[in-house]
């Protein structure tokens, strides 16, 4: 039984930071490539962040680059998004996701999906 669990969204303010986190369990986390999505209010999902098996390459959308980072420690199974310089428009729930292929980057390609915890930005 695969689970992919996050935790750590809240509220905060505007150009403040937040760190969410997603346990994995029931899986080879190493055999995974981790990502991160989000979903606002009436849009849809959208990919954030990815990382390789062993972390050692990651890649992220436009939007968050220079303000969010995605790193994991494999032996805590666990993948996290430290997000920084948050901004209203970040609001969502964000979604811990894990793909066998080396590379995370389409919802289509993705195996395992958690439930999301939600992150929003006051203004």
């Known amino acids: 039984q695969v689970q992919l669990v996050e935790s750590g969204g809240g509220l905060v303010q505007r150009g403040g930071s937040l760190s969410v986190s997603c346990a994995a369990s029931?899986?080879?986390?190493?055999?995974?490539?981790m990502g991160w999505f989000r979903q606002a209010p009436g849009q849809d999902r959208q990919f954030l962040a990815g990382?390789?098996?062993?972390?050692?390459?990651?890649h992220y959308t436009d939007s968050v680059k220079g303000r969010f980072t995605i790193y994991r420690d494999n032996a805590k199974n666990t993948v996290y998004l430290q997000m920084t310089s948050l901004k209203p428009e970040d609001t969502a729930v964000y979604y811990c996701?894990?793909?066998?292929?080396?590379?995370?980057?389409?919802?289509?390609?993705?195996?395992?999906w958690g439930k999301g915890t939600l992150v929003t930005v006051s203004s």
């Open positions: 996701a894990a793909d066998r292929e080396p590379i995370i980057g389409t919802i289509r390609g993705v195996d395992y």
């Open positions: 029931g899986l080879s986390f190493s055999r995974y490539s």
């Open positions: 990382i390789s098996w062993s972390g050692g390459a990651t």
